[in-house]
């Protein structure tokens, strides 16, 4: 079972802790502010330097909200519903696509002291995940490749299936692209398609205690 508790340090600063069973870590209540990637990746190093929260990569966007859907905290449900539908998130995640012959690659925390690199094809078809090709691409930007559980996620959300952005074919060059997340009538949206210049709030993310 998933606890959640809320907590306010001071009238402007507050976050979630969540217990997983496997890990305790706290969400701020609040987002970061909007930044370019690498203006985040900086941002990044900076907060980590001085021990404080950290944006996220994808896989831990997407464990946070598989964790508040678990725990049916609304507080928590309810500030990922407000951050996905009235904003684009940004995430520390970066797609590379790479010409015909080679693999892709999904780079999380990119440009940081703790990237981390999964080589994979990325390219097909973009849509509701259970329409798509090439499934296995969402467990390099989610941690799984579970549609089934995805969609439980998406649609305890947001009352809707995930929809994956990406490029449909093998670039004739390298094409970098960042990950992030959006939410809207028409699906909550796993964009792995954005600009390098794209501007978006992020998540801060503060890991507290490592169980497993």
Do not use: W
């Not at 706290?26 to 021990?51: C, H, T, W």
């Not at 849509?127 to 798509?132: D, K, S």
């Amino acid at each position: 079972m998933v606890k959640v508790k809320s907590k306010h340090v001071g009238p402007r600063v507050g976050y979630f802790e969540i217990n997983n069973g496997d890990s305790v870590y706290r969400v701020m209540d609040r987002l970061n502010p909007a930044m370019n990637p690498k203006i985040l990746a900086e941002f990044y190093e900076s907060q980590k330097q001085k021990g404080d929260f950290v944006p996220t990569s994808s896989p831990l966007t997407f464990q946070i909200m598989r964790d508040a859907v678990n725990s049916k905290d609304s507080g928590l449900l309810n500030f990922l519903f407000d951050s996905f539908t009235n904003h684009y998130i940004l995430t520390t995640s970066k797609g590379i696509y790479l010409p015909v012959g080679q693999f892709d690659e999904v780079i999380h925390n990119c440009d940081t002291s703790e990237a981390s690199i999964i080589k994979r094809n990325l390219v097909g078809k973009q849509g509701f995940i259970q329409t798509i090709d090439n499934k296995k691409a969402l467990g390099s930007f989610l941690g799984t490749p579970n549609i089934k559980h995805i969609n439980r996620i998406t649609q305890a959300l947001n009352e809707t299936n995930m929809y994956l952005c990406r490029l449909a074919k093998k670039p004739v060059s390298r094409a970098e692209r960042f990950v992030g997340f959006s939410a809207g009538s028409g699906g909550l949206s796993l964009g792995a398609n954005c600009s390098l210049f794209l501007r978006g709030p992020s998540f801060g993310y503060e890991l507290v205690e490592k169980k497993k």
